[in-house]
T-cell receptor, first 107, second 110 residues
Framework: QKEVEQNSGPLSVPEGAIASLNCTYS??????FFWYRQYSGKSPELIMS????GDKEDGRFTAQLNKASQYVSLLIRDSQPSDSATYLC???????FGAGTTVTVRA | KAGVTQTPRYLIKTRGQQVTLSCSPI?????VSWYQQTPGQGLQFLFE???????NKGNFPGRFSGRQFSNSRSEMNVSTLELGDSALYLC?????????FGPGTRLTVT
């Protein structure tokens, strides 16, 4: 079992829709969780961090964490073509990354 | 604040050679992590340094090594290069787990 698993994608959504990204992890001791966005040919950039169970909202992004289920998700509301990228989930204090989910927002 | 810088940006080496990559973290960040990114394997953790000490290590062979200097700058070394070492090598400086990545060094081994 991989340490961090993300829904494989690619995920294609129409402009204005909600993109839902999921991530499960195996290491129960993880206390901090992060979502990164990586545009093609660029480095990952941090978009969200979450440490407590529940929801955390930042603009059009909402991260959800459920430590009991070992699950963290990212919702992108009102998706824009500029959101087209690969989204990486990171756990274990940011040292273990999932393979990423590629999102394409159709105009 | 200036971001994370990595040098060189591109490198072509021959099998069997060794290579040293450099990373300067964001000012004030004491933790530096290194990752290898390939299309097939994704982003894989190599090691993390904090205050000149290796704090965590990924599952890479001993050919991969690193160090951190007193000014938090870090270097990564790969000895006896193999074709499979061709990848993008990313350095990240972090603060409270939030990582800020440099532009990477694209290493090609021929």
């Amino acid at each position: 079992q991989k340490e961090v698993e993300q829904n494989s994608g690619p995920l294609s959504v129409p402009e204005g829709a909600i993109a839902s990204l999921n991530c499960t992890y195996s290491d129960r001791v993880s206390q901090s969780f992060f979502w990164y966005r990586q545009y093609s040919g660029k480095s990952p950039e941090l978009i969200m961090s979450i440490y407590s169970n529940g929801d955390k909202e930042d603009g059009r992004f909402t991260a959800q964490l459920n430590k009991a289920s070992q699950y963290v998700s990212l919702l992108i509301r009102d998706s824009q073509p500029s959101d087209s990228a690969t989204y990486l989930c990171a756990v274990k204090e940011g040292l273990s990354f999932g393979a990423g989910t590629t999102v394409t927002v159709r105009a | 604040k200036a971001g994370v810088t990595q040098t060189p940006r591109y490198l072509i080496k021959t099998r069997g050679q060794q290579v040293t990559l450099s990373c300067s973290p964001i000012s004030g960040h004491r933790s530096v992590s290194w990752y290898q990114q390939t299309p097939g394997q994704g982003l894989q953790f190599l090691f993390e340094y904090f205050s000149e000490t290796q704090r965590n290590k990924g599952n890479f062979p001993g050919r991969f090594s690193g160090r951190q200097f007193s000014n938090s700058r870090s270097e990564m070394n790969v000895s006896t290069l193999e074709l499979g070492d061709s990848a993008l090598y990313l350095c990240a400086s972090s603060f409270q787990g939030e990582q800020y990545f440099g532009p990477g060094t694209r290493l090609t081994v021929t």
